[in-house]
């Protein structure tokens, strides 16, 4: 069996992280989302994957290549034009000759997943759900003994508790489906509006509702949830790094080859280091945080439930709580995040929910000594910010804050 997953999405809910990088890139502790779902379809034997790539698809074969390094085998379809689901299917048609798997590229899922949708073997269609209490934003399901009779997108009244994940199995007779079904009101072809053509023409379309790891990172902020998931599943300790005397390590943590933790360095698992870190003296770095490779965190920092991406600095006496920075960063000394609560964050005039954020930093800006961002505020990329500055609005790319 083969699978398709879906990588040509940009992610605009998730910038400024993802200003250089597409969604199914961003790191879940230390991890590409992307490489989640490629090692659960191979935990499954299903090591025939196509890519669907479009926005910034470089970054994303040059990790991944020709998958060999990861146990599978992956070919690259172009989605130039991000015209729907259906339609980024349908590019994948002529590699397809049997039953195959379609994923989405920025769901966190695990081996188990699969194989529940596997678990269904008598359908030309099926796909997978979840129960969430939460339907905001989701398409529902609705079913009768077993079998849907309506998928909805995105209502605006609770109608269902059972989420359609977006994870399908289908045989090669739905790309014929696929050519049936008219342009959607957004202006792109929906595979859930093949589907619901094939449930209204007769057809039986089957569901499984799993409850193995399903986890959408729609915003930037959700990605903290779900590291700090991954990160409770760690167990032991791994360090193939040096550990100086006088640091302290409490609980799962997981240090990388030539990493140095120096001397009282506090460090309180769940935590995830990268290799060729730097850590300390007497930094403090607190539960569910994950930092990159080639990381430096300088003395007297706490660092705490946040992901740290690669090649960043931090200076001496800084603090980030529930904050994502992005790679290449310096950040000058006596750097802090406020953490607000129930924000309301503004992306081009829609007002989004954050139970609980820092700041959200992106590439390569040049941070000074003594900046304080308020919560919720973000930094995109290509950013000079001076000395001193308190950060009280999102700062837009390539600026100079003075």
């Not at 059972?162 to 050519?179: A, H, R, W």
């Not at 619901?196 to 790891?213: L, W």
Request: aromatic content about 6%; overall charge negative.
């Amino acid at each position: 069996m083969k699978a398709i997953i879906l990588a040509a999405g940009e992610g605009l809910r998730c910038r400024p992280l993802t200003l250089t990088r597409s969604k199914v890139m961003l790191p879940v502790a230390n991890k590409p989302i992307l490489e989640y779902i490629i090692s659960a379809l191979a935990q499954n034997n299903i090591k025939d994957i196509i890519l669907v790539v479009g926005y910034k698809k470089e970054p994303i074969m040059d990790y991944f290549g020709n998958g060999k390094e990861f146990g599978v085998s992956i070919s690259y379809v172009e989605q130039s034009a991000q015209l729907g689901t259906a339609h980024a299917i349908k590019l994948a048609e002529p590699m397809i000759d049997e039953k195959f798997l379609v994923l989405n590229g920025d769901n966190l899922i695990d081996a188990n997943t699969i194989s529940d949708l596997l678990s269904i073997t008598s359908s030309e269609v099926a796909l997978l759900t979840v129960i969430r209490e939460q339907t905001t934003g989701y398409g529902v399901v609705l079913q009768d003994k077993g079998r849907i009779t309506r998928i909805i997108e995105k209502p605006r009244e609770k109608i269902s508790h059972l989420v359609n994940t977006g994870i399908y199995m289908f045989s090669p007779l739905i790309f014929k489906e696929i050519d049936q079904t008219p342009i959607s009101e957004t202006g792109e072809f929906a595979i859930t509006d093949t589907i619901q053509r094939i449930i209204e023409s007769g057809s039986s379309v089957k569901q499984v509702t799993s409850r193995s790891t399903w986890i959408d990172a729609v915003h930037s902020w959700d990605l903290l949830k779900a590291n700090a998931i991954l990160l409770d599943k760690y167990e032991g300790m791994e360090v193939a790094g040096i550990i100086e005397n006088g640091a302290v390590i409490v609980g799962n943590v997981a240090v990388g080859e030539n990493s140095i933790i120096r001397s009282g360095s506090y460090i309180v698992g769940p935590v995830v280091i990268g290799k060729n870190c730097d850590i300390g003296p007497n930094a403090t770095i607190m539960p569910s945080t994950a930092i990159g490779d080639n990381c430096r965190i300088s003395s007297f920092t706490e660092v705490g439930n946040s992901i740290i991406m690669y090649d960043v600095r931090i200076g001496t006496g800084s603090y980030i709580s529930n904050s994502i920075i992005g790679a290449h960063n310096i950040i000058g000394a006596h750097f802090a995040t406020e953490v607000g609560r129930n924000l309301k964050i503004e992306m081009k005039g829609i007002l989004h929910h954050a139970d609980e954020l820092g700041t959200l930093i992106g590439d390569s800006n040049n941070i000074g000594v003594g900046v304080m961002v308020r919560a919720g505020k973000s930094i995109a990329t290509g950013c000079s910010v001076d000395s001193g500055v308190k950060v009280y609005r999102d700062i837009p790319e390539d600026s100079q804050v003075m």
